[in-house]
Nanobody, 117 residues
């Protein structure tokens, strides 16, 4: 099983980034996919989630209106589009796969997003 995040980096305030998470080794469409983030000295925070079919998504209030989650089950990939980035969005962003009926979880290693001028 692998979850590999990409797309992080340094961006100026107001800018955009698109994170990707490529999954392998499990039945991707059977898992809800989630993006979490963890800023220095803070707890890990759920940012966005999307169901296995992609039919339903939830976005944290802290990023609502700026972030969008989507998935491509044909490519076993989940995305996080981040717009109007702010300094407080600086964090390591983690991809998570969650299977509801038994609570199975897989995690990626994270990708660093730094929002700074």
């Amino acid at each position: 099983v692998q979850l590999v995040e990409s797309g992080g980096g340094l961006v100026q305030p107001g800018g955009s980034l698109r994170l990707s998470c490529a999954a392998s080794g499990f039945t991707f469409s059977s898992y809800d996919m989630r993006w979490y983030r963890q800023a220095p000295g803070k707890e890990r925070e759920l940012v966005a989630s999307i169901t296995g079919t992609g039919g339903s998504a939830n976005i944290a209030d802290s990023v609502k209106g700026r972030f969008t989650i989507s998935r491509d089950n044909a490519k076993n990939t989940v995305f996080l589009q981040m717009n109007s980035l702010k300094g407080e969005d600086t964090a390591v962003y983690f991809c998570n796969a969650h299977r509801r009926h038994d609570g199975m979880d897989y995690w990626g290693k994270g990708t660093l997003v730094t929002v700074s001028s």
